[in-house]
């Protein structure tokens, strides 16, 4: 998205303001796609990643499934009409009453605990997928990595015995294999080791129909980071997943399921300069009109973001902190970030913003959710209204 557009967008829309372009989003799938050359193979959505439903029947409709964690996810997958076999719902602590609805629903679910795997037969269950954790993890941060001693997700490897056992007494098929070992990494060398893992336990379910080897591909988001190195990444996945078949005696279903690579590089939240303040120690904080509430990735993860002036691009660059409206000294988009210098009224793009933003907002300070657009074609359309203080203050009882 230009400069331009995203001012024609902020006078038309107001800010704060998501804005997606399907556009890069479709080019994302179409580029993991065609570097995955094993067949067959089915990749996944992660749709926590952003569940605007624009987007996501984007993904739909470029041959992608649907990887859920939540009957909510699994609602939606369904309301754009995808059928329940292109769904895969991998639980999370999840309670029999979610089991209940995900199996009338009848859509596969990935146990990630033994507990769950006997709950699941004890419910009627006849087929299910296993996430293993293959002790191999990797991310951008470690409360983004999802595999190791210290996480909460997967059976470990060494309780395959288990599972097994479950499976035979049960009379329940282990019709998948699954691992996820973190998000955002840009080097494949942990996620070639985790597949060499799964691959290897997969060998010992007799029932398996797909291996899914998890999503965590990440993107550049800081200056100087260079992008995976996507053919190199599909053609090792695919040759070992080629060894994997000719081992097990008969071809099994390759799945991915990203999320981040699909959507993050297609979003930008525009956000409104409210406030500039020098202080006498040196520094000078710009407010905006969003905040954590919107974007918390900064002060989760201690994530970067590109930032510009789209107002006066030409100004002379300072060193600023960009700052939010949430009453939290955590409340940073930038520390000393070096950026033409805002004045208020100025409007600021935060880029790379399509993945775990608007997924992640709340209502903290009780600041309504923003409005959310997609470019389709170069043509833009309101895919959520902004929210009013009336609609956020009427979910209670007066």
Request: charged share 20%; aromatic share 8%; hydrophobic share 45%.
């Amino acid at each position: 998205m230009d400069r331009d557009l995203a001012r024609r967008l902020a006078a038309a829309y107001g800010t704060p303001l998501y804005v997606y372009d399907l556009d890069v989003v479709r080019a994302r799938c179409r580029a993991l796609r065609a570097a995955i050359a094993y067949r067959p193979f089915q990749p996944l959505y992660a749709v926590k990643a952003n569940p605007c439903p624009a987007v996501v029947r984007t993904i739909i409709d470029e041959g992608f499934g649907i990887d859920a964690v939540s009957p909510g996810e699994v609602r939606l997958a369904l309301r754009l009409g995808l059928s329940p076999a292109r769904v895969l719902y991998t639980e999370n602590s999840m309670s029999d009453a979610e089991q209940a609805e995900a199996l009338a629903a009848g859509v596969l679910i990935t146990a990630g605990s033994l507990d769950r795997l006997e709950r699941l037969a004890a419910a009627g269950a006849q087929a299910v997928a296993v996430r293993f954790n293959p002790d191999v993890g990797a991310g951008a941060h470690p409360k983004i990595c999802t595999a190791g001693p210290l996480t909460k997700f997967g059976i470990p490897q060494a309780e395959l015995p288990r599972v097994l056992e479950i499976s035979r007494r049960r009379g329940l098929r282990v019709v998948g294999a699954h691992m996820h070992i973190g998000s955002g990494f840009l080097e494949s060398a942990a996620f070639a080791a985790a597949c060499r893992v799964i691959f290897a336990l997969a060998r010992q379910l007799p029932d398996l129909a797909f291996v899914d080897c998890g999503g965590g591909l990440g993107i550049p988001y800081r200056p100087g980071e260079e992008p995976m190195d996507l053919a190199a990444f599909g053609a090792q996945l695919s040759a070992d997943a080629e060894a994997f078949s000719a081992a097990y005696g008969q071809r099994i279903e390759l799945r991915l399921e990203p999320g981040r690579f699909l959507v993050a590089e297609a979003g930008t939240l525009l956000t409104t300069v409210t406030s500039v303040k020098r202080t006498p120690w040196g520094r000078t904080f710009v407010g905006c009109d969003t905040g954590f509430n919107h974007l918390v990735r900064v002060a989760m993860y201690d994530a970067y973001h590109r930032i510009e002036n789209l107002s006066r691009p030409e100004a002379e660059p300072a060193a600023v902190d960009i700052v939010g409206n949430i009453c939290e000294s955590g409340d940073v988009f930038a520390r000393e970030r070096l950026l033409p210098m805002p004045e208020v009224g100025d409007l600021l793009a935060i880029r790379d913003a399509g993945a775990y933003g608007f997924a992640m907002a709340s209502h903290y300070n009780l600041r309504p959710l923003p409005a959310e657009v997609v470019i389709d074609g170069g043509q833009p359309r309101l895919a959520r209204p902004r929210q009013t203080l009336d609609e956020l203050l009427a979910g209670w009882r007066w």
